[in-house]
């Protein structure tokens, strides 16, 4: 088992920046990535970055150059810093652990970004 805990969601003007964190605890060592989605209302739950154990990342196009995920395996925690934030970003964000054996999804509980023009 997984556990995340979110934090760092709130309300900012666009063009501001935001800092999402995540804390990981439990199986750390089962995780094989860690990445961060994004919810809005009535739409689909849609990746937003990824990084992997080996440290690659990856980032949907709509917030590359903008957004960056990174990590601080000493505190088991996931960061994704994101600047020029647009109305568009607005959307639940959730931290999300890849495991291997078994293969399986870790979410948390979320936290809410809202950006105002």
């Known amino acids: 088992q997984v556990q995340l805990v979110e934090s760092g969601g709130g309300l900012v003007q666009a063009g501001g920046s935001l800092r999402l964190t995540c804390a990981a605890s439990g199986r750390i060592s089962s995780i094989n990535a860690m990445s961060w989605y994004r919810q809005a209302p009535g739409k689909q739950r849609d990746i937003v970055a990824c990084i992997t154990r080996s440290g690659s990342t990856n980032y949907a196009e709509a917030v590359k150059g903008r957004f960056t995920i990174s990590r601080d395996t000493t505190k088991n925690t996931v960061y994704l810093q994101m600047n020029s934030l647009k109305p568009e970003d607005t959307a639940g964000y959730y931290c999300?652990?890849?495991?291997?054996?078994?293969?399986?999804?870790?979410w948390g509980q979320g936290t809410q970004v809202t950006v105002s023009s």
């Open positions: 999300n652990a890849l495991t291997t054996l078994p293969r399986s999804h870790y």
